[in-house]
Structure formats: structure tokens, C-alpha cells
């Protein structure tokens, strides 16, 4: 996988400056990161949607269409992907590769900037895919 999204990435920053007419790389480039980003959460909605639905087919296009979404992105914010890999391998080391870091650390109250947002619960029979 690490080398499908390094393919990725470097095909998405030869195409940052292709014609935006033609390119929706170059069109995302184009418009910023804040349509970068709106794209992104939409993608991962559609994700989440679609698992919620049980629809396997449906998660993994969508799952391609973030992992896209992403890497623009990363090129965007100046992150390379192998940036990410090396956070992973710092995490794999303090944790285990399928462990999150906490949010905050165990014995310190949390400080503005390390506390957790609320958690929001959504009814699975109300989610619905826009089209």
C-alpha cells in the first residue's frame, strides 16, 4: 500500500499544475485547501455511510476516492508520505501498530489544545449518501 499512495502522491504533484479545466487535481490545487478539505470529510462521510450500510463494494470506492482526496492534501500541506510513515513507526513503537495515540497523557489533566472534542452519535438507519 505505501507504494500505491507514493505513486500517488507524485503523480498528484505532477498534475498540481496541469490545466484545472482538465485536471481535478489542478482544479483542487486551484481552489485551496479549504476545498481540499471539504472534499476529504465528504469522502470519508461517504466511507462511513457506506459501512454503516454494509455495502463492501460501495467502502471501497469511496476508501479509494479518500485515499485521493488525502494525498492532494498531504501535497498541499507539504506532507510527504513518508512523513506519515515514520509517525506510524513512532506509534507502532510506543503502542503496538494497531493502537491510536490518547489524546492526552495518563496523570495530566488535559490542556485546551489536548482536549477531547464531544463525541457525537448519529442513528445508522438516518444516514443517507447524497448523489
Not at 71 to 94: C, F, H, I, K, Y
Request: net charge positive.
Amino acid at each position: 500500500m505505501a507504494d500505491s499512495l507514493e505513486r500517488l502522491y507524485h503523480a498528484v504533484l505532477a498534475a498540481r499544475d496541469l490545466d484545472p479545466a482538465t485536471s481535478r487535481t489542478a482544479r483542487l490545487f486551484q481552489r485551496g485547501s479549504g476545498k481540499m478539505a471539504k472534499k476529504l470529510a465528504e469522502e470519508a462521510i461517504e466511507v462511513v455511510i457506506d459501512a454503516v450500510n454494509g455495502n463492501r463494494e460501495a467502502v471501497i470506492r469511496e476508501s479509494a476516492d479518500l485515499l485521493y482526496n488525502l494525498t492532494v492534501l498531504w501535497a498541499s500541506a507539504g506532507v510527504r508520505p513518508e512523513d506519515v510513515w515514520a509517525e506510524m513507526r513512532r506509534r507502532e513503537n510506543l503502542l503496538g501498530i494497531a493502537e491510536k495515540l490518547p489524546k492526552t497523557r495518563i496523570g495530566k489533566p488535559p490542556t485546551p489544545h489536548t482536549a477531547r472534542r464531544p463525541v457525537v452519535a448519529h442513528d445508522a438507519r438516518a444516514l443517507r449518501k447524497r448523489h
